[in-house]
């Protein structure tokens, strides 16, 4: 199995540009989740779908960002504008069915917002 | 909310030198405690999932066990290649709580 896929690995933009990150869940799997990664914060949940449904978007930042599912091999994680305090690696994991199923990840998208 | 704190934050062992890693937890009902390892530039790599206090799990130098209020990640004799960050993940509803991990290196 090819695993999570993410694109791009990294990403430079400037404040106020629009970024778009993708993510392809292992083939089968029903649930994906988007996660932030920092220093400073660790590893947070922004969103996670389940059946191509969000479940529960309570860890997006602000309305800046956004999710969307449109099909069960496909997702993408948006932000509009962007900032420096974007800044950080966004890792996509899936799971074969639900939150309590192990989770696997992806190997992330470093986004730098200068 | 549920809470995970992990220690050390970073830890360096010679090779062979055996040692523990602590995740201390607060959470509601606890469904599951997850444990991964990160490698510099990867996503998560999971290793172990624990459901019960006084469960126990195992994967060649690792040891994984559960009380209720913590889990301990035990290394026996480490190699260099078992350099890494670990996180520990508890799950009280239905999100994983990830704590901040413990980086570990082992010293040739």
């Known amino acids: 199995d090819a695993g999570v896929i993410q694109s791009p690995r990294h990403e430079v933009t400037e404040m106020g540009q629009e970024v778009t990150l993708r993510c392809k869940p292992i083939s089968g799997h029903n649930s994906l989740f988007w996660y932030r990664q920092t220093m400073m914060r660790g590893l947070e949940l922004l969103i996670y779908f389940n059946n191509n449904v969000p479940i529960d978007d309570s860890g997006m930042p602000e309305d800046r960002f956004s999710a969307k599912m449109p099909n069960a091999s496909f997702s993408t994680l948006k932000i509009q504008p962007s900032e420096p305090r974007d800044s950080a690696v966004y890792f996509c994991a899936s799971a074969p069915s639900g939150s309590s199923d192990t989770q696997y990840f992806g190997p992330g998208t470093r986004l730098t917002v200068l | 909310e549920d809470q995970v704190t992990q220690s050390p934050e970073a830890l360096r062992l010679q090779e062979g030198e055996s040692s523990s890693l602590n995740c201390s937890y607060t959470?509601?009902?606890?469904?599951?405690l997850f444990w991964y390892r990160q490698d510099p530039g990867k996503g998560p790599e999971f290793l172990f999932t624990l459901y019960s206090a006084g469960e126990e799990k195992e994967k060649e130098r690792l040891k994984a066990t559960l009380t209720k209020k913590e889990s301990f990640l035990h290394i026996t004799a480490p190699k260099p290649e078992d350099s890494a960050t670990y996180l520990c993940?508890?799950?009280?509803?239905?999100?994983?709580?990830f704590g901040t991990g413990t980086r570990l290196t082992i010293i040739p």
């Open positions: 993940a508890p799950r009280g509803g239905e999100k994983l709580t």
């Open positions: 959470v509601s009902g606890l469904r599951g």
